[in-house]
């Protein structure tokens, strides 16, 4: 959640207003540290970062904080985003970041992004040095677009040229695309430096990711910031059953990561709940004025530290009426239940799919006990089953 409550029910204000970032101190730390050596372009440092949590904890919050920093820091922000019903189209997120930038570019910007043109007006010293070496290793002009077409047909038109179809291999056409993306995103951090940021990374297609593990290395000396939010692997199965060549792609997808944060060029950073303290500073953004103990600590237990099942339990007491303001003070109209709202059962209902057959069942039983069990009793119980069965 971005802004406080404006529901009429409520009768808060300040809707639009950005909800402080709270108990993130440590992640916004490796965050600057990442956007500086960016910045700067200082010859060691990681410049890709994947931020790590379970659903609700609060990824795409400081994803968008990360943007904030970047902008004030002179970046241009590329945000892209996989949905899970967008598996199946290629390089989808990358279309969506990429898109606004080509859009809003003027001929002479694309052309110099492309490499039709030797510069951008204004364009400093320093960019003139960096074009040199660029243009050895990698095509530009015609080439490069041509490349870019098979994702963004339109770019030839705009940058006023006339590509011919080329006859590649599936191999040869796959390496020219990740090149001429690589290339283009040099081409712009020329300009300015770049971050390009892809949320929900974990329902990508294995196209982007293997283009993310491609731009991981080739960028990894340019002024371009790669990040990426995403689920754990292990909450990832949902997508690899009855597939198995979507499970062999994430095996690899998982040796790669490892392999690049063994190099020094990704940097791992996992997000947990928040503490005591944060979540109850996050409670009172969220619910501005004098809240009884009784009611924030009902709040912060069901809750458990997760910022998104902390806002949809405020939302569905104040939207039934079982928190009222009045005045400036929250008062307790109905008995706050024990019944979880939809959305965080759906949450829940989509992390426990991410398990095995076997396992949702012993978590099934197990649920009968209630929060906690002894595990004697759970086998116990088990093992009568299976007698029974």
Not at 340 to 353: D, E, H, T
């Amino acid at each position: 959640m971005q802004a406080p409550f404006a529901d009429p029910l409520s009768g808060l204000k300040g809707a639009g207003e950005a909800l402080p970032l709270v108990g993130r101190d440590t992640e916004m730390q490796v965050i600057r540290l990442l956007l500086k050596t960016v910045a700067l372009d200082l010859p060691t440092g990681s410049r890709a970062l994947t931020i790590s949590g379970e659903m609700g904890v609060g990824k795409s919050r400081l994803l968008a904080e990360m943007y904030t920093e970047a902008r004030a820091l002179g970046f241009r922000v590329l945000e892209g985003r996989a949905f899970e019903s967008g598996m199946k189209f290629p390089y989808l997120p990358f279309f969506e970041a990429l898109r606004p930038l080509l859009r809003t570019s003027s001929t002479e910007q694309l052309r110099y992004y492309v490499g039709l043109s030797s510069a951008l007006p204004g364009a400093n010293e320093r960019q003139g040095e960096s074009r040199q070496d660029e243009a050895v290793i990698s095509p530009t002009g015609t080439p490069l677009v041509t490349a870019l077409a098979r994702l963004f047909p339109e770019l030839p038109r705009m940058s006023g040229v006339t590509v011919a179809p080329e006859i590649l291999s599936p191999d040869q056409e796959k390496f020219r695309f990740l090149d001429a993306m690589a290339t283009l995103l040099e081409r712009v951090a020329q300009d300015q430096p770049v971050l390009l940021g892809i949320d929900n990374l974990q329902w990508a297609d294995s196209a982007s990711l293997e283009l993310t593990m491609y731009l991981s290395v080739r960028l990894h000396s340019s002024r371009v910031a790669l990040v990426g939010a995403t689920r754990p692997a292990g909450m990832q199965r949902e997508h690899a059953e009855g597939s198995d060549n979507v499970g062999a792609t994430n095996a690899r997808s998982v040796r790669a990561l490892g392999e690049l944060v063994q190099h020094g060029l990704l940097l791992i950073l996992p997000l947990s709940p928040l503490d005591t303290q944060a979540a109850a500073q996050h409670l009172h953004a969220l619910l501005p004025g004098k809240l009884p103990e009784s009611i924030a600590q009902v709040l912060l237990a069901r809750a458990e530290g997760n910022p998104f099942f902390l806002e949809e339990l405020v939302r569905t007491f104040t939207l039934n009426r079982q928190l009222v303001l009045l005045g400036k003070e929250w008062r307790a109209m109905k008995a706050v239940g024990t019944e979880l709202p939809g959305s965080i059962m759906l949450a829940i209902r989509q992390r426990l799919q991410g398990l095995s057959t076997p396992c949702r069942e012993l978590l099934r039983v197990a649920a009968l006990f209630g929060r906690s069990f002894p595990l004697d009793a759970l086998v116990k119980v088990l093992e009568k089953r299976e007698e029974l069965a």
